[in-house]
């Protein structure tokens, strides 16, 4: 069905935009309990979400419930095209990256990679029932762990999104990384067990 994923991008886009602040704050505290129940939600360690922008789905809900052990990190981009991640509480300080979106302001020496991270909650634009997912475009999540190919976690990775984002299929790339589960306000997608 992707014969063309930027019109798909703006569609999907505008579905999660429309969502009425209510919806919104309900979807947040449903998607907490998704998270916090999935099978590999981790009891300590580092796990990394992401700052809500655009209409994503926040997760300030999830984070604010994790284990006492659980370090709650967000992402930061790197000059190699990939991602590194950051300890970050509400309060710390924070810098815009080159897209808009605040970032931990660490010093670089003091960021994880992905494969110190348990758990990486991703955003997502689009998702189907077998988990493909569609993100913003820049390849970002997929460069960041596409070590996944050849070696299986860790990170769990799983995708976050409203329920009005998923669409019938959703063609897979070469070098889309596969998600272990998707969660929505309503439902978790098991995406170990669906065929790809």
């Known amino acids: 069905m992707t014969a063309d994923r930027s ?4 569609e999907l886009r505008e579905r999660r935009r429309a969502l009425p602040a209510s919806q919104r704050i ?15 939600a981790p009891q300590s360690g580092y796990v990394a979400g992401y700052w809500a922008t655009d209409g994503e789905i926040a997760l300030h809900v999830w984070q604010l419930q994790l284990p006492a052990e659980c370090v709650y990190c967000l992402p930061v981009l790197h000059e190699d095209g990939r991602l590194r991640f950051a300890p970050w509480r509400p309060g710390d300080a924070l810098v815009s990256n080159q897209h808009g979106i605040p970032e931990p302001d660490i010093a670089p020496t003091s960021l994880l990679d992905a494969e110190q991270i348990c758990l990486v ?15 913003m475009g820049g390849g970002w999540y997929d460069r960041s762990f596409a070590t996944r190919h050849t070696r299986p976690a860790p990170p769990w990775l799983v995708g976050a ?9 959703l063609d897979r790339e ?23």
């Open 161 to 169: 999104a409203f329920d009005v984002q998923r669409v019938d299929r």
């Open 26 to 40: 309900a979807a947040a505290e449903s998607l907490a309990s998704k998270l916090l129940t999935l099978p590999f």
């Open 7 to 10: 019109a798909l991008r703006r």
């Open 174 to 196: 070469d070098w889309d990384v596969a998600l272990d589960a998707v969660c929505t306000e309503s439902t978790t997608l098991d995406c170990s067990r669906t065929p790809a």
């Open 121 to 135: 909650v991703a955003p997502l634009v689009g998702f189907d029932e077998r988990g493909h997912r569609l993100g």
